[in-house]
C-alpha cells in the first residue's frame, strides 16, 4: 500500500478534528459557525456585529444570521452602543458564556484524548511545526 501523502495526512487529521468537534457540541445543540461565534465573545467581550463579522471573516449578513439564531436561543444579546446611539453590541447572556464554556472545555477534552497518542516531545514538535505553518 502507498504511504499517504503529507497533504492526505494533514487533511485526514483536520477531518477527525472537525467530526469530534461537531460531535462534542451535539449535547449543546449549536453548529459549528455558532460556537465561532460564542467563541470570540468570550475571548473579546461585547462588540459591534461588523467586528464579529471580521473576526468570523464571513460577510456581516451571515453573521447577523448567527446572532439571530443565537439570540432566539437566548445565548446572546442585542445592546445599544452607549458610545454611539446607531449601532448595536452583542453580548454574550449566562446561558451564552456557560455554553461557551461548556463546548471549550469538551473540545478541550477531546483534543486530549487525540493528542494523548504522542509522547510530549512530539507533541511539542508537532506544536512548533504548526504554529510556524499559521
Avoid at 448567527?66 to 446572546?76: A, F, N, S, T, Y
Avoid at 472545555?105 to 504522542?118: D, G, H, K, T, V
Wanted: charged share 30%; hydrophobic share 40%.
Amino acid at each position: 500500500m502507498e504511504e499517504e501523502s503529507l497533504h492526505e495526512a494533514f487533511w485526514a487529521v483536520s477531518r477527525r478534528i472537525r467530526e469530534h468537534a461537531k460531535r462534542e457540541m451535539e449535547p449543546w445543540g449549536v453548529a459549528p459557525s455558532q460556537f465561532r461565534a460564542l467563541n470570540v465573545l468570550l475571548s473579546h467581550g461585547e462588540m459591534r456585529l461588523s467586528t464579529l463579522a471580521e473576526h468570523l471573516r464571513i460577510a456581516p449578513r451571515s453573521a447577523t444570521e448567527v446572532v439571530d439564531d443565537l439570540q432566539e436561543r437566548g445565548l446572546v444579546e442585542r445592546r445599544p452602543d452607549q458610545g454611539d446611539r446607531r449601532a448595536t453590541l452583542v453580548a454574550l447572556t449566562d446561558a451564552g458564556r456557560a455554553t461557551g464554556d461548556g463546548i471549550r472545555a469538551a473540545r478541550a477534552a477531546a483534543s486530549e484524548r487525540l493528542f494523548a497518542a504522542l509522547n510530549d516531545t512530539d507533541r511539542a514538535e508537532l506544536g512548533r511545526i504548526l504554529r510556524s505553518l499559521v
